[in-house]
């Protein structure tokens, strides 16, 4: 075919490329110029170009010249001389319109291995690092793509498919956020994992959770077998044959006896999702002195022909929402067919993933972790696992590029902190947006809690910052520092 892609942004560039690599002859087109995009997109609409991709840029009217094939990219608006062009010329017959449907064809052809995806709008990465974990222990050679390598992963994927690394390994554990989805609903996936659905990238969905929601689902259109968290059951209760899990301890000697610097003696936390709901899991897990487990039941799910009863235990370091999260990683190993002395095996190599509630050291004293919650449960996890400890929270910019609720993260951050540090700086779109510090202030209630403000998101000043605070002395070592 000859292509052309219509848009250089985030959802043109990975389908130019594998469009390219299959063997078209493909031209991407975008009224920016090269230097109007950010350095990295630049260096990979570059990057594309010496594979072989013509670049057309700086172009308000595509040329359509010699093309036979167009893919659109969502966000171009419909109502433009452009798209009426296009639409026009499809009407004739003298464009064929490229479908996500048909770059999703096009990706599965070009993998060629068993994969397992994982998608959610909270524990994506921290399930996918599980899941190759086990595998890797479990003697495969794993192909796993996250958003560590990555903040666009249909790029990430697709960098790996351009490079043979299918062909290189046994396995591919893959994380699948909502726009992936978008391009690869058709992947076929050997066990699909489906952590959550909470409130999240609602702009980009006309406010619609339910919309939200069916994106998300959209992860079982191709997958032979459903893993999904309990707080998934009221948005996919209709769909047959999932496999739940969940952590189904009502309640718990905390985790917290694993958190470095921890002296609390008695401390305890209820799961998020009720009992009640919790019975009707295939999968529970539960954590008692250092050992995560997990009983599961899996008689008469189809596509599972071992592992239909039994319970696994492994000694585990990480702790919070990294348990819930290999609960699943585990119950997918499960259902993929995996053994139980190669998932156990895996859980206790497993040390968590740079990053998420990573421990990054004592500071005089200060015992301080990094986590990149992003959502209000987010915050909620991981808050609540410090419930006797004076705490300094370093919060950056919210919003990335979706806009989200400040005003509540200031009332959720304000239950626990001591002292509320607030960054304007948006990391995602490189620009301070300094009304987002009013905005969360705004939900903080308690007129004791210090609140203050850094110019830019950098953990180095941030921590200078805080050491030279100048009601730092009220607060006794023990303290812990969050930062996201």
């Known amino acids: ?43 990979t609409l570059i990057k594309m170009e010496k594979e072989g991709v013509n670049l057309q840029l700086g172009l308000e009217t595509p040329d359509f010249s010699g093309v036979d094939s167009v893919y659109v990219s969502p966000v171009i608006p419909k109502k433009t001389p452009v798209m009426e062009k296009i639409t026009s010329n499809i009407e004739n017959n003298e464009l064929k319109l490229i479908s ?103 702009d980009e969905f006309e406010d619609s959770m339910e919309k939200y929601a069916a994106r998300k689902r959209m992860i079982s259109c191709s997958s032979d077998l459903l893993v999904a968290g309990a707080p998934c059951r009221k948005y996919i209760d209709d769909l047959k044959d999932t496999v739940f899990y969940c952590f189904n301890e009502p309640e718990f000697t905390s985790e917290i006896s694993n958190v470095q610097g921890s002296n609390s003696d008695n401390t305890s936390k209820k799961s998020e999702t009720p009992e009640y709901e919790n019975s009707k899991c295939q999968v529970s897990g539960y ?22 009863s039994g319970e696994i235990k492994a000694p585990f370091k990480p702790f919070g929402y990294y348990l819930e999260n290999s609960i699943g990683a585990a119950t997918a190993a499960l259902c993929y067919g995996l053994d139980e002395k190669s998932i156990e095996k895996g859980l206790s190599k497993f040390n968590g993933v740079p990053g998420r509630l990573e421990y990054v050291g004592d500071y005089k004293g200060r015992d301080v972790y990094l986590d990149p919650s992003h959502v209000i449960e987010g915050f909620i996890k991981t808050l609540s696992l410090f419930p006797d400890r004076n705490l300094i929270v370093l919060v950056e910019n919210f919003d990335t590029a979706n806009s989200r609720d400040k005003q509540k993260l200031g009332e959720v951050v304000a239950r626990y902190a001591n002292v509320m540090i607030c960054s304007a700086y948006n990391e995602t779109m490189d620009r301070l947006e300094r009304h987002i510090i009013p905005e969360t202030f705004k939900g903080v209630k308690d007129p004791n809690i210090l609140k203050t403000v850094i110019p830019k998101d950098t953990y180095f000043y941030i921590l200078t910052y805080v050491s030279w605070i100048k009601s730092w002395y009220l607060f006794p070592k023990n303290i812990n520092i969050i930062c996201w």
């Open 287 to 308: 954590f008692e002195n250092g050992t995560l487990g997990l009983k599961y039941n899996l008689e008469g799910v189809p596509h599972v022909s071992c592992n239909e």
């Open 1 to 43: 075919m000859n292509c052309v892609v219509v848009g250089a942004g985030n959802a043109g560039r990975p389908v130019a490329r594998i469009l390219n690599h299959v063997g078209n002859n493909v031209r991407i087109t975008d009224s920016k110029n090269l230097k109007e995009f950010p350095e990295k997109v630049q260096e």
């Open 100 to 202: 996500n449907e048909d770059v999703s064809d096009i990706i599965n052809d070009q993998i060629g291995i068993d994969i397992i995806g994982t998608t959610g709008t909270v524990g994506k990465t921290s399930t996918t690092h599980a899941i190759s974990e086990i595998f890797k222990n479990a003697g495969y050679n794993v192909w796993m793509c996250s958003s560590r390598m990555g903040n666009l992963l249909s790029e990430t994927i697709i960098d790996g498919i351009v490079k043979g690394l299918p062909q290189e390994n046994d396995i591919a554990v893959l994380e699948i956020p909502h726009g992936t989805l978008g391009i690869m609903f058709k992947v076929h996936l050997k066990v699909a994992v489906l952590t959550n659905i909470y409130i999240d990238h609602l």
